[in-house]
């Protein structure tokens, strides 16, 4: 785990800085902060509207507190940009932990696993997605018409795939295999097992990284589960291992 202070060295390198989180729906957030603020915002956060994102808060009560998790730091290299990554958890205005962080569900679910049944867990989900030629639908939409573990040249997304791989190992996340699925143009990477906080910040940068080098290829990618009738959908399974305190 880095230190504060060469967190904020780190950042001196990077293009931009940003604290993502999920908001109800699964969707990826993100705030771009100041890093030559870093100290301020990891000891007090910052603010934002809360009653704008799906899920968060209401009108009424919108002030939130966001806070990077110093764990959760990488910095990310894509193609034209060095990005400072952190997850972030949300605070009401009163600095206690909002009820709607999703993120601090699964703490208390893994904290409680491990206080009241003396139980840990590790995880490995299986990460699907499409990689789509455009972001609408219509007769063009496929990026190849390859199916399960077919290779290129047929695997228009191999090359996707092995960039998508090499963004994250260079941020220390291993893979344990990659292949193209049964539907044309849908894709899955397994990354090696992790703790259930680590796997979902992992899942939440795997997300974001997936897109990204995506649109470096001029491809959309997406994970909606079902957007193909009579074909196979996008799933999440997870391989789940329970020990007991012993291990």
Not at 68 to 86: A, N
Not at 195 to 216: C, H, I, M, S, W
Request: hydrophobic fraction near 35%; charge should be negative.
């Amino acid at each position: 785990m880095a230190s504060q202070k060469q967190i904020k060295e780190k950042l001196k390198q990077v293009n931009s800085t940003k604290i993502f989180f999920t908001d109800l729906n699964g969707r990826n957030r993100s705030l771009p902060v100041n890093p030559a603020n870093i100290d301020s915002i990891m000891s007090n956060g910052i603010g934002f509207d809360g009653s704008s994102i799906a899920g968060i808060t209401t009108v009424d009560d919108s002030d939130r507190l966001l806070l990077p998790i110093r764990d959760s730091f990488r910095v990310v290299e894509f193609k034209d940009e060095k990005l400072g990554f952190f997850i972030g958890k949300i605070q009401n205005a009163q600095g206690e932990r909002s009820k709607s962080d999703s993120r601090a569900v699964l703490e208390n679910v893994v904290a409680q696993a491990e206080s009241e049944f003396g139980c840990r867990f590790f995880l490995g989900p299986e990460h699907e997605f499409f990689l789509l030629a455009c972001d609408c639908f219509n007769e063009n939409m496929h990026s190849d018409s390859a199916g399960y573990f077919h290779c290129d040249p047929h695997d228009k997304g191999e090359v996707v795939r092995n960039k998508i791989i090499d963004v994250l190992e260079k941020c220390g996340i291993k893979y344990e295999k990659a292949h193209h699925e049964v539907t044309a143009s849908q894709h899955e990477i397994n990354l090696e097992c992790s703790d259930p906080l680590g796997a979902a910040d992992r899942t939440v940068l795997f997300n974001y990284v997936t897109q990204k080098v995506a649109a470096e290829y001029d491809l959309h990618a997406t994970f909606m589960p079902k957007p193909f009738d009579g074909q196979n959908r996008n799933a999440f399974h997870i391989h789940l291992s329970m020990v007991d305190k012993k291990g």
